[in-house]
């Protein structure tokens, strides 16, 4: 029976990870009209706001909140702060590569995130990957350099616009890292919906002294709205993943994850059949193709035992 109970929340983990996946699938069409007439200090602080007064709302009907001895002792104290540093700079950092590289190349170069996560369930939490597993991340990886192929040369350049773009990103996805293997971590000492709203709380208060809340009683309705969206992505999405995180190991959690870019692919596609040139075009070939598909069967073998 624990077998089962085990491989049950194992499966829980994997379909929640797979709701994060979409909901930051359609992140950079919010982010992109959102970001129109908002600094991306402002956006950040409003999706946190909206995020921790909802949350502490759906808490506190439950007489759930976090006390204050669940976070007195060093051990969650530490772990909050690196888990809310590094959520904070993984969405700033996001926000602002967007001036300079395209959704597309900043997909292929946050998937670094997710992998590093893996390796931290590998390498902190002592996670064993099986040869079924060890053989999706092989063809993960090789799935994504071919899913990619023709950005390769830009993710190489790192002079001008694209090498800052790049080295950005490559920021934002190692404290994205942190970030996943402190909440992890913390799983041991508090429930994640508290973990949650601990971090939320963290993260206005630090951006707090860099926004201009005011402004956004200038955004047209579309905007607005998109801001709104904003919001409740970043509720659902990390809601899912704490979960996922209790449910199943790191690195299960990591690999599913690393099917993202198939995902966004097909928005960026829709997203332009809808309003041509909202984003740049991405240019299909059969190695294309060949690599959507690597992605998805390494992400499925590296997520089961």
Known sequence: MNGEASGAHATRGVWLSLVTVGCWSVLPVTLRIASRHLDPY???????????????????????????????????????????LGLVSNYVLYLVSLNYVSPTV?????????????LGGVWIFRERLSRRQTTGVVLLVAGLLLFFNR?????????????????????????WAMYGVAQKALLRDLASTRILLLIYIGATVLLAAFTAPRTVTALPPLELLMLGLSCLNTLVA????????????AATVGAVLAVGPVATLIVTYVSNRVSPGFFAPDLLNIATVAGACAVTLGSGMSARK
Request: charged content about 15%; glycine content about 8%.
């Open 42 to 84: 402002t956006l950040t602080w409003y999706r946190f706001v909206v995020s921790a007064f909802v949350l502490a709302v759906w808490l506190a009907a439950r007489r759930e909140l976090p006390v204050w001895s669940d976070v007195r002792r060093p051990r969650p104290a530490v772990l909050l702060l690196v888990a809310t």
């Open 238 to 249: 990390y809601g899912a993943l704490a979960e996922a995180l209790r449910d199943a190991g």
């Open 106 to 118: 900043g997909t292929v170069i946050t998937q670094l995130g997710p992998l590093l996560l893996m």
């Open 151 to 175: 950005r390769l040369a830009e993710l190489a350049d790192l002079s001008g616009s694209a090498g800052i773009g790049a080295m950005i990103l490559l920021a934002a996805s190692v404290t």
